[in-house]
């Protein structure tokens, strides 16, 4: 018994070969991305970087990265406004049915994508919206709300709630009490609510595929691609310039929740 692992040394070495079978055919991606060869095999052929520079001259390819860049920003924007307002109302209110709301507004992250894809086109259709940027906006609305409400709710938890009421007793009105305070308060919580949830939206294919007709954002373009072995190599490097801006923004959106939370930590 005694040359038996103990449960911390299990536990690590879990996590170890979860994360190694979860990400190593992730990180392979850049590097066939950059091998001389329209195959993707080991060994490498050679260096090169021609794959990406094929991609400055791509029209189709630059179209569909201005799709998602439309759709990720508006879809960003409207999920963190919506989302102040609902983080707001839960940490702030006591309503009859608030449990029920919330479960309801989280909902998408633990229903099926498809299902959710299937039921938007449904009844966008019976209400005669034709499919474009919009409608693709619409659904990853949807997706993207519960993460930030998930980023607000504990941003709003941060701070005293009396700061705001101190604001509104020495005379300020609710709404330069919320432009005043509470916002600034809030300024790390709210980036990092907008970089999780463009993020998200960029990297979103199963409701695009469904919504977006023949405005094909970047992972519908990258899909589409796939049906041509000729292809891949400018697949690859495009996936790969798509995991590095994911990392990027993911990285800066946890350094600005972190930054919220030493703050809140360090007020008196």
């Not at 449990?99 to 309801?104: E, H, N, Y």
């Amino acid at each position: 018994m005694r040359f038996l692992p103990s449960p911390r040394r299990l536990l690590a070495i879990y996590v170890i070969l979860y994360v190694a079978i979860l990400y190593f055919p992730v990180l392979l991606l850049p590097v066939f991305s950059f091998n001389d060869s329209a195959t993707p095999k080991l060994p490498l052929v050679g260096f090169t970087f021609r794959w990406y520079e094929s991609l400055a001259g791509n029209a189709a390819m630059q179209g569909a990265a201005w799709n998602s860049l439309i759709v990720g920003v508006s879809a960003a924007v409207l999920s963190t406004v919506l989302g102040i307002c609902a983080a707001r109302a839960i940490t702030r209110h006591r309503f009859r049915g608030k449990g029920p709301a919330s479960a309801l507004i989280m909902a998408p992250l633990i229903l099926p994508e498809i299902i959710i894809a299937i039921s938007l086109l449904v009844v966008l259709l019976g209400l005669g919206l034709q499919l474009s940027l919009v409608t693709v906006i619409l659904g990853h609305l949807l997706i993207c709300l519960p993460y930030s409400v998930t980023v607000l709710v504990s941003g709003f938890e941060g701070f005293d709630p009396s700061m705001e009421e101190a604001s509104r007793d020495l005379g300020e009105t609710s709404f330069g009490t919320l432009r005043r305070v509470t916002l600034p308060m809030l300024a790390p919580s709210i980036v990092s609510s907008l970089l999780v949830t463009f993020t998200i939206s960029l990297d979103e294919f199963i409701l695009a595929f469904f919504l977006s007709g023949t405005e094909p954002t970047l992972p519908v373009y990258i899909w589409g691609q796939l049906r041509f072995a000729a292809k891949l190599p400018n697949v690859l490097a495009l996936g790969s310039i798509l995991i590095a801006a994911s990392l990027v923004l993911l990285t800066a959106a946890e350094i600005f929740r972190r930054q919220a939370e030493r703050k809140m930590e360090l007020r008196p």
